[in-house]
């Protein structure tokens, strides 16, 4: 029996109807649609015009350049994203790949942008000839090299900490690799990512203007955005534009914290491995306005199950050969002798890569001065380690207090992430005339200068982990009367240390990395030096000295990669090993 009426008519027709949220949903889809549009009809512009309309430091072109800007660095967010995707899987799952490939990310990490701007901005450009979306894409790179290495990090560390428990949960269930990466690796390494993500993002500010203003040869092609904006207001000493430009980031860095972030968190709350209930989930203002949608609900739900039957997929990679074929050929893999093989090829490839790079730097340089170079490594090292065990006694114990109260981390959330965004070379020229004034010596007071961008790696991975602390482990520290400095040492350290090892480690790479700018320090006319690696890579770079550039950053990814091997990478096997949520 069907019953009809009429208030119950009107209320199914109301239901159907759009309702105020549609009409909001709608108008962010379609306006950054436009804004989409009208940012890419500029990189496919010839590239003369870049020349015919330079930048220049009028305020009111700050919302243009803002919007170009954050279309690179969105760009270089999703291409790090798939990065880390596929490199974190394969370096956590391959033992044999995992010995070539994170060696090669602390490489990477502690290459300079402008190193890798050198060898492929002709690349890129020779992709597009005339056009702009060649030197777009160079800067898209640029901004990607200084995103995905802390990304990538972040969830290979969370791919090695995934709970016993629960991997043997999805084995029981007979799920394939692929099933077992989209429905529990993945969302166990979410809330983590997620927080790297907008560090990375943040983190991506500290070299826009490097990667907005590119050298090819002898020519400078500058791209309008922020960081060229910033680059020709301290260019001109204009204070009132440095000015202007912190406005613009601010906004911008709010707009995609309410707009991108905020829900991210906010969404990623629902994969924090715990077993009681939790405090107080994060809000997002756009996902609860998005929940409450109709028609745009209903248009995007053939989007949403095409993209929840792919995890349900059960795709398995193996090629259609007997059993018996299959189990020789693995025996034959894990054998002793294709272990030897395999580290005598890895061996090789790294000895003729030095004996290139030796070979380069032989022409023009001698045994003293390469000497000489590894004593400022040294320097640059010492530099390195003070500063990031400072950074972790004043970050790890805030990164905590927040992390565990999540009303205070949506507040602190914008602040840390315009503190991590706000470019750090425009604190030199201030530190440049206090340390000329008061007559400081500059192989002290630069250093600080090295960690102003990097020590919220520490901070924001901190907060990850305290944020996705169990809560049911909180509660049994709360019912034994775990407190003081038992709780640091029993509860609270041990649940964030593998957060805190990647935070340190991209921090510390991170700083290496900024030493090439903090070591030498300028404002006008006046110029500071402290003695280190970074500054004698500055000064080769100045001069477009090529041998001693690739001498500089060769010493600094040695130092780097010695670093990790012998305090990170054993960190990391320990927090997999014993601190795992098992």
Not at 545 to 558: C, H, N, T
């Amino acid at each position: 029996m069907t019953m009809h009426h009429p208030a119950l008519e009107a209320g199914r027709r109301r239901a159907f109807a759009p309702n105020l949220w549609d009409a909001l949903a709608f108008g962010l889809l379609f306006g950054g649609l436009i804004l989409l549009v009208h940012g890419g009809k500029e990189t496919l512009a010839p590239l003369a015009e870049l020349d015919l309309a330079p930048v220049s430091l009028d305020p009111a072109m700050l919302p243009e350049y803002a919007l170009r800007t954050t279309m690179r660095m969105l760009a270089a967010i999703v291409a790090s994203l798939v990065f880390t995707f596929a490199y974190g899987a394969l370096a956590a799952k391959s033992r044999r790949a995992e010995m070539v490939l994170v060696p090669m990310l602390d490489i990477l990490q502690s290459v300079p942008v402008l190193g890798f701007l050198s060898f492929t901005v002709v690349g890129f450009m020779s992709l597009f000839p005339g056009r702009v979306l060649g030197v777009e894409l160079a800067a898209i790179f640029a901004i990607f090299t200084s995103q995905a290495w802390n990304m990538t990090f972040s969830f290979y560390q969370s791919l090695k900490t995934v709970p016993r428990d629960l991997d043997e949960a999805t084995r029981s269930f007979r799920l394939t690799g692929w099933q077992r990466f989209w429905r529990l690796e993945v969302p166990f390494s979410m809330p983590g990512l997620v927080w790297n993500t907008m560090m990375s993002m943040s983190g991506g500010w500290f070299f826009v203007v490097a990667s907005e203003a590119i050298s090819v040869g002898d020519t400078t092609i500058t791209l309008p955005g922020v960081g060229s904006y910033v680059a020709l207001a301290i260019k001109e000493q204009n204070l009132a534009a440095v000015g202007w430009a912190v406005l613009a980031m601010l906004a911008v860095i709010l707009l995609y914290d309410q707009l991108l972030f905020r829900p991210l968190v906010a969404w990623a709350d629902k994969f924090r491995v715990e077993t009681s209930a939790g405090g107080p989930a994060p809000r997002s203002w756009l996902l609860s306005a998005a929940r409450r949608t109709f028609v745009f609900q209903r248009m995007l739900q053939p989007l949403g199950a095409m993209l929840a039957a792919v995890p349900r997929q059960r795709l398995a990679f193996s090629a259609p050969v007997s059993q018996d074929t299959r189990h020789a050929v693995e025996s034959a893999w894990a054998s002793p002798w294709a272990e030897g093989i395999w580290l005598a090829l890895v061996f090789a490839a790294a000895a003729y890569a030095l004996f290139v790079i030796a070979s380069f730097v032989a022409t023009e340089l001698t045994l003293p001065e390469v000497i000489q170079v590894l004593g400022l490594g040294v320097l640059t090292m010492i530099r390195v380690v003070v500063l990031i065990a400072l950074a972790t006694l004043i970050w790890v114990p805030v990164g905590v207090w927040i992390g565990l109260r999540p009303r205070w981390a949506r507040r602190v959330q914008p602040l840390a992430q315009f503190l991590a965004a706000f470019p750090a070379n425009i604190v030199f020229p201030f530190a440049v005339v206090a340390i000329v004034r008061l007559g400081l010596d500059p192989d002290i007071w630069l250093s600080p200068l090295m960690v102003l961008g990097t020590q919220w790696y520490i901070l924001f991975n901190v907060v990850a982990g305290a944020s996705a602390f169990p809560n049911d482990l909180k509660e049994a520290a709360s019912t034994f009367r775990i407190r003081g400095f038992n709780w640091w040492r029993k509860v609270m350290l041990p649940g964030i240390f593998p957060y805190y090892v990647t935070g340190a480690i991209t921090a510390s790479g991170g700083s290496w990395n900024a030493s090439i700018v903090a070591e030498v320090a300028s404002w006008g006319s006046t110029t500071l030096r402290a003695h280190g690696v970074g500054a004698y890579i500055a000064d080769a770079t100045a001069a477009g000295d090529y041998p001693r550039i690739v001498l500089g950053i060769a010493v600094m990814s040695l130092f780097v990669i010695l670093f990790n091997r012998m305090l990170w990478r054993p960190l990391y096997a320990f927090a997999g090993r014993r601190l795992r949520l098992d």
